[in-house]
Nanobody, 122 residues
């Protein structure tokens, strides 16, 4: 059973930073891709970033390139999303998800965390 637990969300002013963490209980952590999605009120869940060590893949959606950085600490089975220069439009619930590869759509991921709220005030 794969379990994912997000943390690090909160309220921040525009231009500020947050670091989200996704702690994964996965026996073979290196075999999984970990993605960050977000869902704003009234909008569909969208992929933000994805990291796969096994396929050497790092993906960022265009709106966060240059501002967000995904990384992992394999010793801690944890993936981080460092979010800098935050904008009000980054406000959403952020979820981490795991699967065998970095897929683009939520339906392709088998495992999900409970989500963490990020609110960016203007």
């Amino acid at each position: 059973e794969v379990q994912l637990v997000e943390s690090g969300g909160g309220l921040v002013q525009a231009g500020g930073s947050l670091r989200l963490s996704c702690a994964a209980s996965i026996y073979t952590f290196d075999d999984y891709a970990i993605a960050w999605f977000r869902q704003a009120p009234g909008k569909e869940r969208e992929i933000v970033s994805c990291l796969s060590s096994s396929t050497s893949t790092i993906f960022y959606t265009a709106s966060v390139k240059g501002r967000f950085t995904i990384s992992s600490d394999n010793a801690k089975n944890t993936v981080y999303l460092q979010m800098n220069s935050l904008k009000p439009e980054d406000t959403a619930v952020y979820y981490c998800a795991a699967d065998s590869k970095c897929w683009g759509t939520p339906a392709q991921y088998d495992y999900w965390g409970q989500g963490t709220q990020v609110t960016v005030s203007s």
